[in-house]
């Protein structure tokens, strides 16, 4: 039973370029959340996808965009990079949307320079 | 006011003992709670959940829920030097249906 896959593992980008990242949920599962870890911090919550819609949106700007496709794999697009952007990049999935577990990748770092 | 607070520690227990790690939480209308495991350089790992009022034990560790005083604390029995790691608590809140983490605590085992 496979779990989370993310790709790809570290990027490293400069500032003011665009970034995508990807995930594809455990077997079974159907909700894409993303989070957004600064080191020493907790995860904090950028979106979360079902049914191919943004359901539910954390406290970043627009320049943070997603996609979940008909197979419940999503994208993380990020636009204009910040150096402050730099951060392991966390997707998890779940079942059923919100109010249940949620089990994560294993991350992708992104270095901004 | 943070919605999740956990105290940063380090806590430091040694070999054997029982480590007890403490959640608050300020949206009084949550119903799910989570305990995340996560050793440095790689991603959380759940290892417990609780939705109930009390106990819940799953092998060395027990998830103890008090929605009345808003808290939740994970147990850890017989603490082994491989426990060591950042414990996050995160909570979904009860109008947005997100899952907000608190910063975390690291616990050290010491043989």
């Known amino acids: 039973d496979a779990g989370v896959t993310q790709s790809p593992t570290h990027l490293i980008k400069t500032r003011g370029q665009q970034v995508t990242l990807r995930c594809s949920p455990k077997s079974g599962h159907d909700t894409v959340s993303w989070y957004q870890q600064a080191l020493g911090q907790g995860p904090q919550f950028i979106f979360q996808?079902?049914?191919?819609?943004?359901?539910q949106r954390g406290n970043f700007p627009d320049r943070f965009s997603g996609h979940q496709f008909p197979n419940y794999s999503s994208e993380l697009n990020v636009n204009a990079l910040l150096l402050g952007d730099s951060a392991l990049y966390l997707c998890?999935?779940?079942?059923?949307?919100?109010?249940?577990?949620?089990?994560f990748g294993p991350g992708t770092r992104l270095t901004v320079t | 006011q943070k919605e999740v607070e956990q105290n940063s520690g380090p806590l430091s227990v040694p070999e054997g003992a029982i480590a007890s790690l403490n959640c608050t939480y300020s949206?009084?209308?949550?119903?799910?709670f989570f305990w995340y495991r996560q050793y440095s350089g790689k991603s959380p790992e759940l290892i417990m959940s609780?939705?109930?009022?009390g106990d819940k034990e799953d092998g060395r560790f027990t998830a103890q829920l008090n929605k009345a005083s808003q808290y939740v604390s994970l147990l850890i029995r017989d603490s082994q030097p491989s426990d060591s790691a950042t414990y996050l608590c995160?909570?979904?809140?009860?109008?947005?249906?997100?899952?907000?983490f608190g910063q975390g605590t690291t616990l050290q085992v010491k043989p």
């Open positions: 609780i939705y109930s009022n």
């Open positions: 949206d009084r209308g949550s119903q799910s």
């Open positions: 995160a909570v979904i809140g009860s109008n947005t249906g997100k899952l907000i």
């Open positions: 996808y079902y049914e191919e819609e943004e359901r």
């Open positions: 998890a999935s779940s079942y059923g949307g919100h109010g249940r577990e949620q089990y």
